[in-house]
């Protein structure tokens, strides 16, 4: 009887694990047809990020996937049939694979994605959806996000007859049909190395120097700043940087140096935000943020809410 009670507990202990895993989830790089690479990378780890944020699936770290898949001679961009899918996610050692195009059409944009089940080797679903001005991007990525994480975790959910409108397009932007870019007039240079963001009333600042800074370190100096007469200096977080980030194709650091922040660099930067007991870094180059741990070493943008007299 003792050894029967043994063998049931140690059956419980063992399943517990085997039925509440999550599926593995590797998402490509999209592939760019007709607008830049940057874009393209960032759209494609704002829908990895939404992802992440749903909680449904193990996602495979980008960085993580960089560095398999160029061992193996794979890159991560630019697959996006169901074969290579297959191939590129059994060397992942994921469950799903999701792969996808960004493409220009006339003045708009359209995403196509495409989940591709690894073991069987079909393609279970596929979305698109047209975006028809830059000023509408940012809230259709994370509705297009939405949408395909709902589509992962439930299958009985329909896209199609999801017509639910979640994200109102914003007018705090001036496109430039000629550069196809975005530039907030909200944003007022100051002209001492901080900009007001006159919707939200907060102070933008970079950190000046080459110097490098663990987490600690950078939440350390932010808050004993008193640059130009601001208190409260703090790091920001994720979504806090999102409105610093043109829309478009434009380059971040070239707008953000027009904006005024004239110390930024082509580098990463320290956010507060967390996933899963990482933090999110946002590499300005290509305006995507990725997951470092806190030992990395990174440069400090800060974010003041309000001028002490």
């Not at 999209?30 to 996602?59: Q, Y």
């Not at 009333?201 to 350390?220: D, N, P, T």
Request: with cysteine.
């Amino acid at each position: 009887m003792k050894k029967l009670l043994l063998i049931l507990c140690a059956l419980h202990i063992f399943t517990i694990p085997l039925f509440s895993k999550q599926a593995r989830l590797a998402v490509l790089d999209f592939k760019a047809d007709g607008v830049s690479r940057a874009t393209s990378r960032r759209i494609s780890e704002l829908i990895r990020v939404n992802i992440i944020n749903s909680r449904n699936f193990l996602i495979i770290e980008r960085a993580q996937m960089g560095r398999i898949l160029n061992e193996q001679g794979f890159q991560q961009s630019g697959c996006v049939e169901v074969v290579c899918a297959v191939k590129v996610g059994k060397i992942l050692s994921a469950n799903k694979i999701l792969v996808g195009t960004v493409m220009k059409l006339g003045k708009s944009t359209v995403l196509t994605a495409r989940v591709v089940d690894v073991e069987k080797g079909i393609s279970e679903f596929s979305h698109d959806q047209k975006i028809e001005s830059a000023d509408k991007l940012y809230e259709n990525v994370k509705a297009f996000s939405r949408k395909l994480s709902k589509k992962l975790s439930d299958k009985n959910y329909s896209i199609e007859e999801d017509e639910e409108d979640e994200y109102a397009g914003d007018k705090d932007y001036i496109i430039d049909e000629a550069k196809g870019t975005g530039i907030n007039r909200d944003f007022v240079d100051r002209g001492d190395g901080t900009i007001y963001d006159k919707k939200t009333g907060k102070i933008w600042a970079v950190k000046k120097g080459s110097k490098l800074y663990s987490f600690s370190e950078a939440i350390r100096v932010t808050e004993k700043s008193k640059k130009a007469r601001f208190q409260n200096w703090r790091l920001p977080t994720r979504e806090e940087l999102q409105r610093l980030l043109p829309r478009g194709d434009l380059s971040v650091v070239f707008y953000l140096k027009k904006l005024g922040l004239k110390h930024v660099t082509d580098y990463y930067y320290w956010t507060l935000s967390k996933v899963k007991g990482q933090i999110l870094v946002l590499e300005m180059a290509t305006g995507t943020f990725e997951l470092s741990d806190h030992k990395g070493k990174y440069r400090v943008v800060m974010v003041s809410d309000k001028l002490e007299d």
